[in-house]
Structure formats: C-alpha cells, structure tokens
Nanobody, 123 residues
Framework: QVQLVESGGETVQAGGSLTVSCAIF????????VGWFRQVSGKEREGVAQ????????YIENSVKGRFAISRDDAGNVVRLQMTNLKPEDTGEYFC????????????????WGQGTQVTVSS
C-alpha cells in the first residue's frame, strides 16, 4: 500500500522561502514519478514540479521556474519542494502524488495522493 505524507506547510511573508516535504511509503523499487501540485482558491489544481525518484530527473513548470526546486533525499524516501521568493498568489494547498514510471512533464494519471499541506503567503 503506497502512502504519501506531506508536511511543512505554514504561513510565510511574501518574499520568503519555505520547503515542504513528501514522505513516500510502500514502493519496492525506485521507478516512479513524484509530482507536486497545488490547489489555489478559485483555480484548477496545477502541477508545479516533478521528479523521477530513481533517476532524479526533474521538471519544473514555467509558472514557478526560477523560484521553485524539487529534490529527493538520497538517504530515504522524501521528496522536497523548495520555494523561494514566495508571492501571495502561491497561497494554496500543496499536494504530492506518485505514479509508476517516468515523469516526462506530464501531469495526468497520478495514482496516489497525499492529504495536502497548506501554504499561506501573507503580503
């Protein structure tokens, strides 16, 4: 049974930085894609960053490129989303999700989801 647990969401001031984490349980190999998504009030859920856990190949959406980064913990099962120069429009619920295989910049068919962690950026 695959389980994802996000953590690290909090309220930060605009211009600040925050890292949220996704702990991943239940996989028996490393051939899976981890995606970070966000749900901003009044907008559709959007993917912001992906990482293939086995190869560490990454993909960052243009909307956050230069401000967000994704990384994995080589010693464990954690994938982090590092966010810098945060803006009030980054406020939302952040989710991690996984699916088998490569990422390829595609945002569909993620099978497993975490419960989300709230990020609030105050102006």
């Amino acid at each position: 049974q695959v389980q994802l647990v996000e953590s690290g969401g909090e309220t930060v001031q605009a211009g600040g930085s925050l890292t949220v984490s996704c702990a991943i349980f239940g996989y028996t190999d490393y051939d899976y894609c981890v995606g970070w998504f966000r749900q901003v009030s009044g907008k559709e859920r959007e993917g912001v960053a992906q990482l293939h856990f086995g190869s560490a190949i990454k993909y960052i959406e243009n909307s956050v490129k230069g401000r967000f980064a994704i990384s994995r913990d080589d010693a464990g099962n954690v994938v982090r989303l590092q966010m810098t120069n945060l803006k009030p429009e980054d406020t939302g619920e952040y989710f991690c999700a996984t699916r088998a295989g490569v990422c390829g910049g595609k945002w569909s068919r993620f099978d497993y989801w975490g419960q989300g962690t709230q990020v609030t950026v105050s102006s």
